[in-house]
């Protein structure tokens, strides 16, 4: 009986260590224990396009989907991207070329084509309709830009009762048409109907930032290129914003986070932090560690990720320096769905991205809260993610 009961103690034992060994990653120096994780879909990849506001917008609501014990799904980012395209042209002519017509767009955008037109499963409208098997859009996006920008000149004197049906056919000829009807598990859909049928309500989810050119607790339209549609965020001081983030995902809640990647600490394997290059500025055992050594020596630490290398304390007006001199730009959106700590107990968040299962971690990050905080644009979250005190504040029922 003892021996049996050892073996099964010691059994216990190694499932414990293996199970430990699975929420472990590790990079170099740098090892990443998981705290707390939400399920995600499968990583996607939007290969040779400008379309994460898509792709990130999607696995966000098909994490909600689960969330709401609707089941897995597969759904159409090409659905959202086609006819968003559609609305952006109508705006153009409209605005007689003063809006910003390019290939990205706002995560408010997805949730209204959400809302207008509906939602198809991927299988139903996968965007591939020109010969490859990967997403290439360069020549669609160029092909869209030239039609519109030629139709802006008004050749005729006015615009004939065709040039919508000229650009849908430029979309539907790369993208595939929008299906009007289409049968998913069984059963006969619209993509409203569709949409219906999956409940969710585009109205529950909100979008929040934290500038301060603009009152906090208030709401503005973010002056970014992208977005076109001029949707609006509420305004947060830095310190309530971060809440934000374990809030939600303490309740179940992921984040859409929009961001700006294009800094060197956001490295291309899985890793994305503020590096502190300036000793002077390090504080206790880090400024102890890393005297004596020159800026360039702790880049290419970084850059190896041999060692953990402190971060920078960012605070608001760091936030409104680079937003205002235009170092933080709407680079690229993508779907924060964990928590994680590495071995100095420095906070991470678990972000899914959506280029292919690229990086150390097949596709999902580690981003430094503190770079979370310095290079956050904006995210949506549902409202009931938000805590009560805030939402108060904001006004938001």
Known sequence: MKKLLSGA???????????????????????????KELPVTS?????????????????????????????????????IVSNAYFDKADKYIRT?????????????????????????????????????????????????????NALLKNPN???????????????????GKVPQKFSYNGKEYTPKSFAAELGIVPEDYVSITSYNHHPFYGEFAL??????????????????FMQIFDFAIEKGFTVLWG??????????RGVAIVPETEVANMSGSDQQRWLGVTKSEIDAKFSTLEQIVPEKVITQNDRQI??????????????????????NGNKYYLVKNSWGETGDYKGIWYVSETFVKYKTMNIVVHKNSIPANIKSKLGIK
């Open 322 to 343: 680079a937003f205002d001199n235009g170092q933080t730009t709407d680079d690229h959106g993508m779907h924060i769905y964990g928590v994680a700590k590495d071995q």
């Open 223 to 240: 002056e970014i290129p992208d977005n076109w549609r001029w949707d609006r965020s509420y305004n947060l001081p830095i310190e309530e």
């Open 9 to 35: 103690i010691l059994f216990a034992f190694f499932l414990l260590s293996l199970n430990a060994q699975e929420k472990t990653k590790t990079n170099g120096g740098y090892q990443f224990n998981v705290v």
């Open 157 to 175: 004197g006015k615009y004939s009762t065709a040039w919508k049906d000229g650009f849908r056919g430029i979309l539907d000829a790369y993208l």
């Open 96 to 148: 007689s070329g003063n809006i910003n017509f390019a290939p990205g767009s706002s995560f408010g955008d997805a949730l209204t084509i959400w809302k207008s037109y509906g939602i198809v499963p991927d299988n139903a409208m996968p965007g591939l309709n020109y010969g490859e098997n990967i997403h290439i859009h360069n020549e669609m996006d160029a092909a869209l830009s030239g039609y519109i």
């Open 259 to 268: 961001s700006d990647v294009s800094e060197k600490g956001f490295t291309r």
């Open 43 to 79: 990583v996607k990849n939007q290969s040779r396009t400008s379309t994460c506001w898509s792709f990130s917008a999607i696995s966000f609501l098909e994490s909600e989907l689960i969330r709401l014990g609707k089941g897995e799904h597969n759904l159409s980012e090409m659905f």
